[in-house]
């Protein structure tokens, strides 16, 4: 053994991890795979930069005899003088290795890990950038897919397409209201993502950028229409940061601009086809029209692309807001009713006469329709005349509250209530007016009127049936509700009367003597106590106000002049002259409670 050649034997160990540590129980711990870094930082340990190639020794190792064992330190070179062999000794120690082959035998070997590290990193880099994409791709694909199930998209070429128009609900306004989806690739993944992300992105129409609205109210007419110009009117709105408005809210809010714009080019139209007594007078964004006289109704368009517009808007002094948003609610459901009409059949007139044949065929000739019913198959009013006239109700509905609640403020006694009526329509509406005295309302329940609220007029209908109409003028309502609280008065005094045994003399709701009331009728009447001795007259006018006259026996009347003809005892119980009562010092909260005092104090006692 100890003569042969030397037998390399390579010696791997049982397992690929090394232990640990061996616990008591038996349980072995492994120690970790390196990663890929620490077993290359590992290798690269092993790497000895002074140590030159096989190659290199090979030709550096001179030709000559081994040296002897025992100089150790002694180098021996021979080199071939003329025709000898000449050899020379030197110390090794002695020789030292230059600087600069250390250091470019280092820079090779740097060179060569920074290569292996830069292949790496570029492979991390482009597996990364392929995950980036296919997870942007992946969130823009499901953005879209919920995109398409709200709104109408197609494909042309290599964009997406959408509509934001009502063409398919029935609309004929020109406008494409075409918008384009595009990606968003201008956040980086690998950073923190904010919550207001979105990998998709709509480009509407520069025209219908911001958010617009209708703007109706009624106001006194101007003076001078040519002062008119664009109406700037929008109202502020909190701010919303650009980033934060995501696709179904710019979407929503251009197909909000397109309708206002579609409503009001309508409007516009009508209001140059339509002859009336007053012309409509289009300015600019605005439409002005007189539904009465004195007043005006203004339809305006109100669009707003940025910010700044708007603060330019606004005034510095707050104004009351006078825009009537029933109106503007009620404009967006008549462009929807013409929309439908368009996609609806219309039901054509039926044929004028028919031959012989089926039954369905020859009743169609006696159930065709005449000329008045095809006419007014064709008239149909425009979306300008229908916002005029509930213009006019809204406007003449508000006068009769105001007016109402102004006479119930003012005027005290007697009571006047009113009672509105939730079901109503866009053109007529209904009022329930009680006029009652305080503390007396199961007695005096005489007048109640039910007020019909149209577009132009007014119906009154009383407790008994009969129709009173009158019209938009504000003076008229008040003059006849004025009137009726009069009658109230004696209504109350009749009501009371029989209430208290006394005896009604004389009733009359229209007075033909005594002075003459500007407003409506004086009515009086006359009741007489249960003993017929006292006798009480009241006349109670709109204007003139309340007179109350008592008649005394003529035994209890101081100041009545003897008589020659009257002289039997009997004439005595004879009622004596009136004597007026001097209303205002009586006691009492209001007229009805002071009747009551008076009627009790001229009731005898049993």
């Known amino acids: 053994m100890s003569g042969g050649p030397a037998v390399r034997v390579s010696i791997e160990s049982q397992c690929e991890r090394q232990v640990q540590e061996v616990s008591l129980d038996g349980l072995e711990t492994y120690v970790p795979p390196l990663s890929m870094s620490q077993n290359l930082a590992k290798l690269a340990q092993r790497i000895d930069f002074d140590q030159s190639s096989d190659s290199e020794q090979e030709s550096r190792e001179p030709r000559s005899q081994p040296e002897p064992e025992e100089d150790e330190g002694v180098w021996g070179v021979f080199y071939l003088e003329r025709s000898y062999v000449v050899f020379s000794r030197f110390d090794s120690a002695s020789v030292q290795t230059p600087q600069v082959f250390q250091l470019i035998s280092k820079k090779k070997s740097l060179a060569t890990a920074a290569q292996l590290l830069l292949k790496g990193a570029e492979k991390l880099t482009k597996s990364l950038a392929e995950n980036q994409e296919q997870r942007r791709q992946r969130d823009f694909n499901s953005e879209l897919l919920r995109l398409r199930s709200q709104w109408k998209l197609r494909k042309l070429g290599h964009k997406i397409l959408g509509d934001l128009s009502y063409r398919s609900a029935g609309s004929l306004f020109p406008h494409h209201g075409t918008f384009e989806v595009i990606k968003n690739t201008d956040i980086d993944l690998d950073k923190k993502v904010p919550d207001d992300y979105c990998p998709l992105n709509v480009q509407i129409p520069s025209d219908l950028e911001g958010s617009a609205y209708i703007k109706v109210s009624i106001q006194k007419q101007s003076a001078d229409i040519g002062d008119l110009g664009t109406v700037s009117l929008f109202r502020r709105q909190p701010k919303a940061k650009p980033a934060s408005q995501m696709w179904h809210l710019k979407l929503e809010a251009a197909q909000n601009v397109l309708l206002c714009k579609e409503i009001f080019a309508q409007l516009s139209r009508e209001a140059v086809q339509i002859k009336s007594q ?37 005034p510095d002094k707050s104004k009351p807001d006078d825009h009537l948003y029933v109106l503007e609610h009620n404009l967006h459901q008549l462009i929807r009713e013409f929309h439908k009409q368009t996609l609806s059949s219309v039901v054509m007139p039926h044929p004028a006469s028919s031959p012989f044949g089926h039954k369905r065929l020859r009743l169609a000739g006696p159930m065709a329709y005449d000329k008045a019913e095809i006419s007014s198959l064709q008239q149909s009013e425009g979306l300008l005349e229908k916002i005029i006239k509930q213009a006019k109700h809204i406007f003449l509905r508000s006068r009769t509250a105001r007016t109402i609640d102004s006479l119930a403020s ?43 609220i149209g577009v132009e007029q007014i119906r009154v209908v ?39 045994g006394w005896h ?89 409670y002071k009747m009551e005092l008076l009627m009790a104090a001229l009731t005898p006692c049993p």
């Open 278 to 314: 007053i012309p409509h007078i289009v300015v600019k964004n605005q439409i002005l029209s007189q539904p009465f006289p004195g007043l005006q109704l203004s339809i305006s368009l109100c669009h707003s692309t940025g910010e700044k517009k708007i603060q330019r808007a606004s």
């Open 504 to 592: 009604v003399l004389s009733f009359s709701n229209h007075v033909g003597l005594g002075p003459i009331e500007s407003i409506g009728n004086a009515s009086a009447i006359t009741v007489a106590s249960p003993s017929g001795e006292h006798t009480i007259s009241v006349r109670n006018g709109p204007e003139s106000g309340c007179k109350v006259l008592v008649q005394f026996p003529r035994s209890q009347a101081k100041e009545l002049l003897k008589s020659d003809v009257l002289q039997e005892g009997r004439w005595t119980h004879l009622r004596g002259p009136y004597r007026e009562v001097h209303w205002g010092r009586m006691e009492g909260r209001n007229f009805v």
């Open 462 to 500: 009383h407790r008994d049936g009969r129709v009173v109409t009158l019209s938009h003028q504000e003076q008229e309502l008040q003059d006849f509700l004025l009137s009726q609280m009069s009658q109230h008065q004696v209504h109350a005094v009749q009501q009371l009367a029989k209430v208290m």
């Open 410 to 452: 003012r005027i005290e006694d007697p009571q006047i209530q009113a009672h509105w009526s939730n079901i109503n329509s866009v053109y007529e509406s209904s009022v329930k007016v009680l006029i009652t005295s305080q503390g007396y309302e199961q007695i005096c329940k005489s007048i109640q009127l039910q007020l019909n």
